[in-house]
């Protein structure tokens, strides 16, 4: 069994949702989840034989929400060299705004340039398009369920 984290950054409370949402279906699949509140945040480094999926929406004009953006600064502050860690990043945003999904994209480019790999290609959820992210977020589950299983054959 594999253990993944999952670490969410909400203004309004949708991605804390589907973090919590996508935790206990990926629980069903027989993987240990761990979801990080952001109280948690401080020092934590993903760890290279874990798999980490990040939640996060978008604030402002593409920013990342207040309670991840003191992790994000600090992992690019301390930029761990990260080669074996597997990632996946989902981000809700709104697509007539032109920084759609600006903090998913931060963290996407900060993670490759820890080296890690991206498991799945981000998945960028529009408000416009749907009410209910953690639908999407639930399709979603089988991309990132078969992209783990390819890990281990």
Request: proline content about 5%.
């Amino acid at each position: 069994m594999e253990k993944v984290n999952l670490v969410f950054g909400t203004v309004y409370g949708s991605a804390q949702f589907v973090a919590e949402t996508l935790t206990s279906k990926i629980a069903e699949l027989d993987f240990e989840t761990n979801l990080i509140q952001s109280s948690d945040l401080t020092g934590f480094v993903p760890k290279e034989d874990e798999l980490l999926i990040i939640v996060t929406s978008t604030t402002g004009q593409g920013d990342l929400p207040d309670d991840i953006a003191p992790w994000f600064a600090e992992m690019k502050s301390a930029a761990p060299y990260l080669p074996g860690l597997r990632y996946s990043i989902i981000g809700l945003g709104d697509s007539s705004y032109e920084t759609f999904c600006g903090a998913a994209k931060q963290f996407d480019e900060l993670f490759a340039e820890l080296g890690a790999k991206p498991l799945t290609a981000r998945l960028d959820i529009d408000a416009c398009e749907t009410m209910e992210p953690e639908t999407d977020a639930v399709q979603w589950i089988s991309t990132w369920h078969s992209a783990a299983q390819s890990l281990n054959q």
